[in-house]
């Protein structure tokens, strides 16, 4: 089956019980015990599993053609999950623009807990090559990446990371497998956060990971997950999988919205640069074009007369509010800058752009209203 019809029909089946088209949701905690003991359908106790959770992972494993998913309450829940599988003293690589969260969650949890870490940057395969220790468990890929919207080579990467024994995991939250197919290119572990386009409708936060074989480390990822209580509701399983069942259409409609406002933005003479991998002249279009079916929804613009005119610019929108995250219905616009604080690696008159499923005609014209033109 193709993508569509997986995001309409993996793990969704009308109810045996009731007939229902819509699955019920699950609240229940805890499941009855047969006279033998046993359970039914494998239930126990909702901590460690619960038919909606069990329903949305398996429309990931589809979608993203893995052997195993497991969903977390957020994507920084499945990022930490999978790093706390690892053991004190192994090392793992990130890249230099990794979404803030992670490595934050490095600096401040992880990395006090006894994992060592490095960030580099993934866009140079050298450098990469360096970066790898006898001790390097995991190179984690995350393209394309912010602010910049860079384009990595996961099949590179991923031939870097197994010829060290380690393994390649790929944070998919922009591409989302409709896009890109990281364990086809030979990641061995996919992350999202569920919360972007896979949700999409900024109303419900969640993470997944997806193996491509249910291994001894996926069986741990497991354990943190079960053990640790870092999972979903039933409720937001439930709005999740009702947000996957249109995400091949909602792609297909950022990618074109977004293409046409990079290409309209780059030659504004308000606009110093437009960051987005489908303009031919992005340094990563030539990967992006091999690795992704479309260019995504995500896009940075910086804009000439520094961080004043910026947030300037954005005060005067109409149609993008004002917000972080992305991957809704909804257009949104953010500075990056005074959102990351000390430390950040976007420029001060960069803004990041969500954009989002209206007509494009009415974006474009709120955009030139809002840079002066
Ligand atoms: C949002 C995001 C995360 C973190 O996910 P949460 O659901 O907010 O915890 C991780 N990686 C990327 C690329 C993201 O955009």
Not at 56 to 64: K, N, P, Q, S, Y
Not at 116 to 123: H, K, N, P, R, S
Not at 274 to 289: F, M, N
Not at 332 to 355: D, K
Request: aromatic share 6%; hydrophobic share 40%; charged share 20%.
């Amino acid at each position: 089956m193709r993508i569509e019809t997986l995001a309409v029909h993996a793990g969704q089946a009308v109810d045996a019980e009731t007939g229902a088209v819509t699955p019920p949701i699950h609240l229940s905690t805890t499941f009855e015990r047969d006279a033998d003991g046993g359970y039914r359908q494998g239930y126990v106790y909702s901590r460690y599993g619960n038919p909606n959770r069990s329903a949305v992972e398996g429309c990931l494993t589809a979608l993203e053609g893995g052997a195993a998913a497991a969903a977390f309450a957020s994507g920084s829940a499945a990022t930490f999950a999978l790093l706390q599988s690892l053991a004190p003293g192994d090392h793992v690589l990130v890249p230099t623009d990794a979404y803030f969260g992670t490595t934050k969650l490095l600096r401040e949890v992880i990395g006090p807990w006894g994992l060592t870490w490095d960030a580099v940057d993934m866009t140079d395969l050298d450098a990469v090559a360096q970066a790898i220790r006898p001790n390097t468990r995991v190179v984690w890929v995350e393209t394309p990446s912010n602010p910049l919207v860079r384009i990595v080579d996961i099949r590179e990467i991923a031939a870097l990371a197994h010829a060290a024994s380690a393994r390649c995991v790929c944070d998919n939250t922009w591409a989302t497998p409709v896009l890109t197919r990281p364990l086809e290119l030979g990641a061995d572990l996919v992350m999202h956060s569920t919360t972007k386009y896979l949700g999409g409708h900024s109303d419900v936060l969640g993470g997944a990971l997806i193996a491509r074989e249910d291994d001894e480390l996926f069986q741990r990822v497991r354990g943190v997950q079960t053990s640790g209580g870092l999972v979903p509701s039933p409720f937001e399983c439930w709005l999740l999988l009702r947000g996957i069942r249109t995400v091949p259409w909602r792609m297909r409609a950022h990618s074109a919205n977004a293409l046409a406002v990079a290409h309209h933005l780059r030659t504004h003479p308000a606009v110093e640069a437009v960051h987005y991998p489908g303009l031919e002249s992005h340094p990563g279009h030539q990967i992006a074009k091999r690795q992704m079916s479309a260019f995504g929804g995500m896009l940075s613009l910086q804009v000439r007369g520094g961080r004043d005119a910026a947030l300037a610019m954005t005060a005067r929108l109409q149609l993008f509010t004002r917000a972080t995250s992305l991957g809704g219905s909804e257009s949104l616009i953010e500075h990056r800058a005074s959102v990351e604080g000390a430390g950040t690696m976007a420029p001060e008159n960069l803004l990041r752009v969500s954009v989002g499923l209206e007509n494009v005609e009415d974006l474009i014209e709120d955009l030139d209203q809002a840079l002066g033109s």
